[in-house]
């Protein structure tokens, strides 16, 4: 069956620190990887989008790694800021089907002065 | 270049009334998708449609449920005699074709309460 898993559920941190979020993964066959932020109340915005070449991919302060061996993810946000606060969604998309996309159940950051 | 655009924002409904939610998808993309979320949960797929067209209705209930997209006009998916566990919140998303890299956006959701 294909599943995201993402780890921690939660995570509370001071700002200023940096923290890594991971997400595993069954999809299969394999086609890219999307890490999302979704604030409060709002839809997902798209941070990164790494396929099965990419190693790691940058978007501010935010970097994310893919190991398509080990079927595994992570995001790593340098600096946090308050703004940061929301929650991180890892989506895997296979390339079969009409609707591939399989969404984690995402992590949810609190950023604290 | 406004982003995906669904309304209303918030829609409260007493059991056994209908819901319709719209979705207006960025300008230029013809690939429409809803999901569905329920507190702490992730997002479920429901169905995907293309103009006048729906390609998967894989993830919604048999019953009840309809969506449709228009050759003008919004997307909607309707919600017949709606009951408390349909209470979440329901967003649209568009893109601009079906290639597997094809960034999707999000709209801000709907979120039904029935009471």
């Known amino acids: 069956k294909n599943q995201v898993e993402q780890s921690p559920q939660s995570l509370i941190i001071l700002e200023g620190k940096n923290c890594t979020l991971q997400?595993?993964?069954?999809?299969?066959?394999?086609?890219?990887l999307r890490w999302y932020k979704q604030d409060t109340g709002r839809g997902p915005v798209s941070l990164t989008i790494?396929?099965?070449?990419?190693n790691t991919k940058s978007n501010g302060r935010y970097t994310a790694t893919l190991d398509a061996d080990t079927k595994q993810s992570s995001l790593h946000i340098t600096a946090s800021q308050l703004s940061d606060s929301a929650s991180y969604i890892c989506?895997?998309?296979?390339?079969?089907?009409?609707?591939?996309?399989?969404f984690g159940k995402g992590t949810r950051l609190s950023v604290i002065a | 270049n406004a982003g995906v655009m669904q309304n209303p924002r918030h829609l409260v409904r007493r059991r056994g009334q209908e819901a319709r939610l719209r979705c207006s998808p960025m300008?230029?993309?013809?690939?429409v998708y809803w999901y569905r979320q329920l507190p702490e949960e992730g997002l479920k797929f429901m169905v995907y449609?293309?103009?006048?067209?729906?390609?998967?209705e894989s993830g919604m209930p048999k019953e009840r449920f309809s969506a449709e997209f228009p050759k003008e006009g919004p997307s909607i998916l309707r919600i017949q005699q709606v009951v408390r566990g349909d209470s979440a919140a329901y967003f649209c998303?568009?893109?601009?074709?079906?290639?597997?890299?094809?960034?999707?956006?999000f709209g801000s959701g709907t979120q039904l309460s029935v009471l």
């Open positions: 998303a568009s893109s601009r074709s079906t290639g597997s890299d094809e960034k999707l956006f």
């Open positions: 997400c595993n993964y069954t999809v299969s066959p394999f086609s890219n």
């Open positions: 790494m396929t099965f070449s990419e």
């Open positions: 989506v895997v998309s296979s390339n079969s089907g009409n609707t591939p996309l399989v």
């Open positions: 300008k230029g993309h013809s690939h």
């Open positions: 449609l293309q103009k006048e067209n729906i390609i998967d």
